[in-house]
């Protein structure tokens, strides 16, 4: 018997950003990485109680912190088709460079920048 247990499109685990400024990071997402909004269910007073958006095959979780679930930065890893221009836009978008691309003892080439609410958001392709 097959039982539906989760969104058709999502994986099995994803990740839940709890952050000052919400809707900030959203916007971040969407000019550096394209990012697509899925859901969004908001408080009264208007922040975001939660909501999604998809990153390629990823679907991202985000809300605004306070009260019991206060907001901390996280570091992300994102593999991207083209490190340099994701870099470049990032930092467009008000992204804060933690590390310009390069690649050092491995096969990606990586870049990291941090998102108004402070989350590092490491970038990477794979280029050997």
């Known amino acids: ?3 539906v247990y989760k969104p058709e499109g999502y994986a ?3 990740v839940y950003v709890m952050a000052n400024g919400a809707q900030r990071v959203i916007d971040f997402l969407k000019k550096t990485f394209d990012a697509k909004d899925l859901r969004r269910y908001d408080n009264p007073d208007g922040t975001i109680m939660h909501a999604e958006v998809r990153i390629d095959d990823t679907v991202v979780m985000i809300s605004d912190g306070g009260g019991n ?5 996280v570091w ?6 083209d490190v340099d221009a994701t ?3 990032a930092l ?3 992204g804060i460079s933690v590390q310009e691309p390069q690649q050092k ?6 870049g990291g920048v941090k998102d108004p609410a402070g989350n590092t958001w490491w970038i990477s392709t794979q280029v050997g």
């Open 1 to 3: 018997m097959s039982r």
């Open 12 to 14: 099995s685990v994803s």
């Open 69 to 73: 679930f206060p907001a901390f930065p």
């Open 76 to 81: 992300l890893h994102v593999y991207v088709p």
């Open 87 to 89: 870099y470049q836009r």
């Open 92 to 94: 467009a978008a008000g």
């Open 105 to 110: 003892g491995d096969p990606d080439r990586r």
